[in-house]
């Protein structure tokens, strides 16, 4: 019996205003895509936000959608001329078609926009050339190296492994340890 493969990428960015993700799905012919629904619960909600209108309708017509602060219910004015951050964290995202009780999938991605923003401006202070740098600056250098490993490390320990409260616990850790060397810099 044919049936549809549903799978989603969820994009890492820059953009702290902003959630990117492509329908990486194989539909087949043989059964129509009907009803599809995206659910998105953002880090620290008990509910998920179904999201609707223009933003699904393209989602299904491109392949693609970019969420928003005001997509999430987030951000309830100034939508559209003004674009607030959404949080770093777990984002629980479920993608189902007709029957959308059994033809689903349901990711958890661990957002790190922020903190990538910050390790590449607190990266941007450190005064390394193309040579052998000083003690100073190459130790510098090792702790903002062991910094990314623990911002990858939560990603993979949230979105492989399935450990949320590790992946979250070495979020933490990490961002602790950037705010640390960025007041450093202050």
């Avoid at 998920?48 to 309708?57: F, H, V």
């Avoid at 309830?76 to 607030?84: E, H, I, L, P, R």
């Avoid at 401006?121 to 000083?134: G, Q, R, S, T, Y």
């Amino acid at each position: 019996m044919a049936n549809h493969v549903l799978s989603l990428e969820v994009q890492p960015v820059m953009n702290t205003c902003i959630l990117k993700m492509f329908d990486t799905s194989v539909y087949t012919s043989s059964i129509p895509v009907t009803c599809p629904t995206l659910d998105v619960t953002v880090p620290g909600f008990g509910y998920a936000t179904q999201i609707t209108g223009t933003a699904m309708s393209n989602f299904v017509t491109y392949g693609h959608i970019t969420l928003t602060a005001c997509d999430l219910q987030l951000q309830t004015s100034n939508c559209g001329t003004q674009y607030v951050s959404i949080p770093d964290g777990i984002y629980i995202i479920k993608y189902s078609v007709s029957p959308n009780a059994s033809v689903y999938v349901e990711y958890n991605h661990m957002r790190i926009s922020q903190a990538l923003n910050l390790y590449n401006k607190i990266l941007c202070d450190v005064d390394a050339n193309a040579c052998e740098p000083p003690f100073k600056i190459k130790q510098r250098l090792e702790e903002l190296r062991l910094i990314n490993m623990y911002l990858q490390a939560a990603v993979s320990k949230v979105e492989t492994c399935h450990e949320p409260q590790k992946g979250m616990s070495l979020y933490n850790y990490a961002l602790k340890l950037l705010k640390k060397m960025d007041c450093v810099n202050c």
